[in-house]
């Protein structure tokens, strides 16, 4: 570790040298004769060979800098998360989970598949608890434009590119000082209208229970956002250098769950009564406690009588009165706050030799919070009939019998109100250097020679959650002389213990949570370092019916990446009552050598048979330690007529498992399922039919006929354990990705284009993990042996949440996953002049729009139901909503008087809750509330003005008509109050005011 240390110090301390050399040697330079060359960095998406989008084989989608101005993004994944080809991962909105980094999955392919560059160089990855480049590094304002290439990019990028690139391309030889500062809040109205009378139930329940339910504020305003950045640009007084730096700060405030109606209330299952209107649920782990007498019949009780040690009594418990509301806590938003500072530099030594730099560094801080931790139903806590917390009517319930030094099994639910919500707290330092040379070898050829270095030091501190060990010392009493003392005190193992009393109303104390309550540590950092050396050039030859000359690009890349962590003892053990499973640091490294080459073939030029045409061509070879891999690309363009051109690509691309693929070490983690599948959901005693035969039995996956009627198979939060992990053994994905579609460029329609683009993506061999879903149908529908011998039940009651019950689902190779549709892009301007509105400014319009035609995933199972298609589908086995058609249209009115307004119409259409049937079919929900999430219409409004030459300000509304997001209960960890924030507009209108300087 010593050495790898080293090595890491030296490559950035070079780097940082370079730097510092580049930038105080260029003025040395400046004595010496001007050049008549000057070289340009020329950045093209998905090619080292310049050339046009709407020329290009592959399609590319583009945003600019002004499209962030418009739609007053200060994060820059908001703005690529509007493209419908993405789709947003971790972001903002995460907290249950979250890692704190900003993400993008393109065509929902999952991150890890998604390739993210600055300026056509890879990111590292942003967290060693995320393996994706974190957008949080990137300085919105420094942002040129952003090219989205979808599909297979591996022979061009390498690993990582199957789904496609997103490459941010960055502004370049800025001269003069821009300081640019932005103020946005969210503002919403609650007056949910929607369907299920929710303000009526939440209304209802804050009637009976105003600790938990309360309705919101009916106008609220929120969710501040602040940032400034600045630039500043010099040139060399020869011309031939620049040097730019810039520096920013970010600022979000936090949004709660309850400042919002429609997440006020955790929503639970209908009744089957009403099965058309909302109901609110919550957690089994509630306040006051929810007691599970294991000894009694599994009976549930909750604390009453009065105040006072040993003076408490036990009532029935219900869960539709009785459950705690946890959403009110979690944040929909979660405040942050970033410093970036960086600078990019440039200088031609002689006109042979450009040296170049870029360096990036940013800070980010945010915290995620969810609802308190406490003693969490899950964990056989095992009482003393004599301890002096229970009163006589507690023991007497719990199933205790009089007899001396009896004890009796519970579960004990019983949040930690008292304490707070609990809150990650995640701290990234981020460093990114970038120098190399660049320069034109020969007439016609170019070479460019680069290193770079990236690392992020990640310190996360989580605060507010239960010791589980400390937990049991707590409820371990005994009585010392008439005072109520911990077993562990007693014997000396714990000398700091303090009495937990739950027992009795007001019994818990301040010294019982400065004892329980501890802080979870973790740290680590990931590292990147890439050498890579291309060359480009003109052949100078050329087929006989081109005018165009053959190009080509080759080259060798070098690529080291490094990930670890360090957890403390309370993550590595699993102590912490409210994490889900242990957190175990661990340590990988993955490198791989390779070779690259492209080749672009032009094959007509003003025939009579085409008005241009070219083949395009490329290959890489990659070596990692434990075996190679061949990626290529071929691409085809044809225009019959300078109007109309056709465009092709085949590209194989294949992905490498990466560090946390491989090393991540086993642990169990939470699934969310609506109910156990071996639960008779009667409860009335009498074993229903409809249970599979194959869920009663002694075997380990097998309940009794007690225990799937009226007993504990159901959790009261709607999830399950399941055993997650790396595997050192996978093997590399395999993707084949085609595009067929044409562009339209009229020239009897000025300034108008079109591009229509068929994609269709097979990813085989997938890293992935089965799925604890399909694991539990594989064996209860289709009596899959294999799948059965994964699932784990917990002894004493058979239930899949509680102790170490569990589905092993670690990470292995499955069948695939593919997905299919069809892109459609087009713009149009038109001077307001040619429709006889003289002095009235021009039009532009643009619109882009992705039709979804599927998303299959092969488990490999080999059932009837192995493959299944998410396309219009939510939540179970499909996760975030997947519209079968997304788009984004914009119209911008840019006026004569340096006033441009603009609207955009952001649609999403409609997705059914999946629920898996017998033939792959997902259309299998019973009729519910929530069966279908209704499609979504945004409208936007932004104004730019640009009141003096050197100043523009702007001003906007996302989401001017306050549309509430659809709502659903089976919503679980892939969405956050009661919704799917990462798509919709989940918090309201956004209103934003910002302003440019240029001096």
Known sequence: MRNHKTRNRLLATTMIGGFAALAFAAPAMAQEAPQDTQLDEIVVTGSRIPQANLTTTSPVTQVTGEDIDIAGVTRVEDLVAQLPQAFAAQNSTVSNGASGTATVSLRNLGSSRTLVLIDGRRMGYGSPNDDAADLNQIPEQLVERVEVLTGGASAIYGSDAIAGVVNFIMKKDFEGIQIDAQYGFYQHNNDYDGPGNLRQVIAGRAATNPAQFQLPEDNVSDGESRSVNAIMGVASPDGKGNLMAYAGYRNNNYVLGRYRDYSSCSLAAPAAATPQNFSCGGSGTTAPAQVIALNNGNTGFTVGGGSGLGNGTFVPYSGATGAYNFGPLNYFQRPDERYTLGAFGRYEVNDKIEAFAQLMFSDYKSVAQIAPSGAFLGDIITLSCDNPMLSAQQATQLGCTGVAGQTVDTLIGRRNVEGGGRQDSLNYESYRGVVGIRGEFTPGWNYDIAAQYSRVAMNRTYLNDFSNTRLGRAFDVVDVGGVPTCQSVVDGTDTA??????????????????????????????????????????????????????????????????????????????????????????????????????????????????????????????????????????????????????RASYSRAVRAPNVIELFTAQGLNLFDQDFDPCDDLNDDGVLNNSVSAQCIGTNPWQVTAAESDGGLLNSPAGQYNFLQGGNPNLEPEEA??????????????????????????????????????????????????????????????????????????????????????????????????????????????????????????????????????????????????NPEWRHRARMTWVSPWDLDLSATWRYFGEAEVAVLGSDGSLNNSPARIDKVLEDQNYIDLAAVWQVRDNVTVRAGVNNVFDIDPPLSYSVGTTGNNNTYPQLYDALGRYFFFGVTANF
């Open 497 to 646: 213990c303090v009495p937990y009393d739950i027992f009795s109303p007001g019994g818990v104390t301040q010294a019982a949570l400065d004892y329980l309550q501890i802080p979870l540590i973790q740290t680590g950092e990931t590292t990147q370092q890439v050498v890579t050396a291309a060359i480009t050039g003109d052949t100078g030859w050329a087929v006989p019916t081109s005018t165009r000359t053959v190009q080509v690009a080759f080259g060798a890349e070098y690529r080291r990446d490094f990930l670890g962590s360090v957890t403390d003892a309370a993550f590595s053990t699993g102590d912490g009552a409210g994490q889900g499973g242990p957190t175990i640091g661990f340590s990988g490294d993955t490198d791989v050598a390779e070779l690259f080459g492209e080749i672009q073939v032009p094959l007509a030029d003003d025939q009579p048979w085409a008005y241009s045409a070219s083949f395009d061509a490329a290959y890489r070879r990659s070596e990692y330690e434990n075996f190679g891999a061949d990626t290529y690309k071929f691409g085809l363009d044809y225009a019959p007529v300078e109007d109309v051109r056709f």
């Open 736 to 881: 084949d990705t085609y595009t067929v579609g044409f562009v339209v460029t009229p020239s009897f329609l000025p300034r108008f284009n079109l591009s229509i683009d068929y994609y269709n993506i097979k990813v085989e061999n997938l890293v992935s993990t089965v799925g604890p879903l399909n694991t539990l149908d594989a064996c209860y529908t289709n009596n899959n042996l294999t799948a059965c011998q994964l699932i784990v039940r917990d002894g004493p009651t058979g239930a899949l949440w509680l102790n170490d019950g569990n589905v092993i689902d670690t990470n292995v190779n499955i069948g695939g996953l593919s997905t299919s549709g069809v892109d459609v892009n087009a713009n149009y301007g038109v001077d307001l002049e040619d429709w006889g509105m003289s002095s009235a400014g021009s039009l532009q319009f643009a619109f882009v729009g992705t039709w979804l035609e599927s998303l299959e995933t092969d488990t490999g199972l080999g059932f009837s139901n192995s493959v299944y298609d998410c396309a219009g589908f939510y939540a179970n086995q499909c996760g975030v909503p």
